[in-house]
């Protein structure tokens, strides 16, 4: 099991910058999945950025972020990053850090079943 603490989010201008962590409390960070999915007002969580810890391979599940969003890691820490630059109104949402086993597909948010508490990330225009 693991579990995942978020921090990071804030209320930023569009075009703005912001960078979320998730730090993951687990013996085997390398043996997960871990993404970032984000939930708007009156819409269903999505994924947004999923990658396998052990080997780096990236999916971006939303493909209106890819250019913008960037996932990093840390093995050391064992925390994962999410780096959101030119922010957009559209951004606007809680923004959860996921895990889920390396026996699974790191591509499939049906994947994820260990979540953070969510972070907010608001985008004024």
């Known amino acids: 099991q693991v579990q995942l603490v978020e921090s990071g989010g804030g209320s930023v201008q569009a075009g703005g910058s912001l960078r979320l962590s998730c730090a993951a409390s687990?013996?085997?960070?390398?043996?997960?999945?871990m993404g970032w999915f984000r939930q708007a007002p009156g819409k269903e969580r999505e994924g947004v950025v999923l990658?396998?810890?052990?080997?780096?391979?990236?999916?971006y599940a939303d493909s209106s972020v890819q250019g913008r969003f960037t996932i990093s890691q840390d093995n050391a820490k064992k925390t994962v990053y999410l780096q959101m630059n030119s922010l957009k109104p559209e951004d606007t949402a809680t923004y959860y850090c996921?895990?889920?086993?390396?026996?699974?597909?790191?591509?499939?948010?049906?994947?994820?079943?260990?979540w953070g508490q969510g972070t907010q990330v608001t985008v004024s225009s």
């Open positions: 996921a895990a889920g086993r390396l026996s699974g597909a790191c591509s499939s948010t049906r994947n994820y079943n260990y």
């Open positions: 687990t013996s085997s960070f390398a043996s997960y999945c």
């Open positions: 990658r396998s810890m052990s080997t780096e391979i990236t999916v």
